[in-house]
Each structure stands twice: as C-alpha cells, then as structure tokens.
C-alpha cells in the first residue's frame, strides 16, 4: 500500500520552515525521503531505519515515529534550492528484498 | 559510469508500436528497479532484479510490459504493443544489494510519449 504525504503541496519564502509527513497503514522498517526537481531524477536525502535516530543533512532533518507509522521532513530556514517535490519511500519487511513504496509526493515551492 | 544511465531520454512512438526502454545501473550494484511515473504523479513501481533471482513482476501493469537483465547488469523494459496510457516517464534505479534501507540511486528517465 502506497504511504499517504501531507500536505500535497506548500508554498512558502525563502527562510520559513516546512514540515512533510508521510504516514503508512503497515508497520514500517525503513522511510527513504527523495527530492525531485522539475525534469530530473528523484535525489536521495536520507534514510531512517526502524530503531534509529532522527537524522538531519545541512538545514534538512527527519524523524521517524514507530508508533505512529510515520516520518516526518523538517526543512529550516528554506532556501530557494528547496523547490521540488519531496518523495517519501517505505519499507515495510526487512526481509522481503522488495522495492520502496513511494508516496504521491509533496510539491514544495519556495518564493523569494 | 558515475550514475545510472538510461537511453533513449525521449522516446515518441505511435499507438500500437513496440519500444524497448536501456537501463544501465551503477557498477557493482546487483539490484534493479523500473518505476514508472505519469505527470504530476507518484513514483508506480514496475519490476525488481536481484543478482541472478528470478525477478519481482508484480508491478507490471499488463503482459503487454517485461523486462530482462542480462549478465546481472543492464536492464531492458519492453513495451508491445503501446497505448496512449502508457505514456510516462521510466525511471531506473539501482543499489548495492537488496538489504533494506540500501539508497536507490534514480537514473535520468526515458520520457515515453505514445501518439
């Protein structure tokens, strides 16, 4: 089952913060978080497995809530770079070998 | 290569052709995936190589799509006979294993357009 991203989309200006989440029916295992840009390919951000702490890269961090299924983005003090869409990945068995289950993703829009 | 390449980037064929889709994962990486994504939409997964397993299909959305790996490292996806459906971008992306939480490196995408 596909993981459910909120909100669809969000504007905002240069120096705000924004949150994405992304929340699963299933128990997950890992939470992939992607950006992608207008016409390119999907980038990867960071991973956070099940057990792990809450990772961050430069302004961008993320957490991951067992209980809740769900992982949530932070991007602090959003730069123009931000734009894209944000893609949430889920893993949901270890050992299952099989392929991330991505989100419909979030359109981030960041305005000078 | 650095990256994941794909070939052709751009792809137009008329309803009713078939078209084959080159993927070429990163060196040393022994899993594959074919995802697909329409406009404005999601990544679809499609199917699922790893090493010399017998592959994941349960994504391909009808027997008219299938998809080889030769030799463990490139991939092609083939489309028979195409509808207008089936017009997206096939992304291709590769990692070191099938162990979980392996980051997927994503290639540059064929954008397919059925006429």
């Known amino acids: 089952q596909q993981p459910v991203q909120s909100p669809q989309a969000v504007i905002l200006r240069e120096g705000e913060d924004a949150v994405i989440n992304c929340s699963s029916s299933k128990a997950l295992y890992s939470v992939h978080w992607y950006r992608q840009k207008h016409g390119e390919a999907p980038v990867f951000l960071m991973i956070l497995l099940k057990g792990g702490e809450q990772k961050g890269h430069e302004k961008i961090s993320a957490s991951f809530n067992e209980k809740k299924q769900q992982s949530s983005l932070y991007l602090t003090a959003s730069q123009l770079s931000y734009s894209g869409t944000y893609f949430c990945g889920t893993e949901w068995d270890p050992g299952s070998a099989r392929q991330l289950t991505f989100g419909s993703g979030t359109q981030l829009t960041v305005l000078p | 290569g650095a990256g994941v390449s794909q070939s052709p980037s751009n792809k137009v064929t008329e309803k009713g052709k078939d078209v084959e889709l080159r993927c070429d994962p990163i060196s040393g990486h022994t899993a594959l995936y074919w995802y697909r994504q329409s406009l404005g939409q999601g990544l679809e997964f499609l199917i699922y190589?790893?090493?010399?397993?017998?592959?994941?299909k349960s994504g391909l959305p009808s027997d008219r799509f299938s998809a080889e790996r030769t030799g463990g490292s490139v991939s092609t996806l083939t489309i028979q006979r195409t509808q207008q459906e089936d017009s997206a971008v096939y992304l291709c992306a590769s990692s070191l294993g099938p162990g979980p939480g392996l980051v997927g490196y994503f290639g540059p995408g064929t954008r397919l357009t059925v006429t």
């Open positions: 190589f790893q090493g010399n397993s017998a592959p994941d």
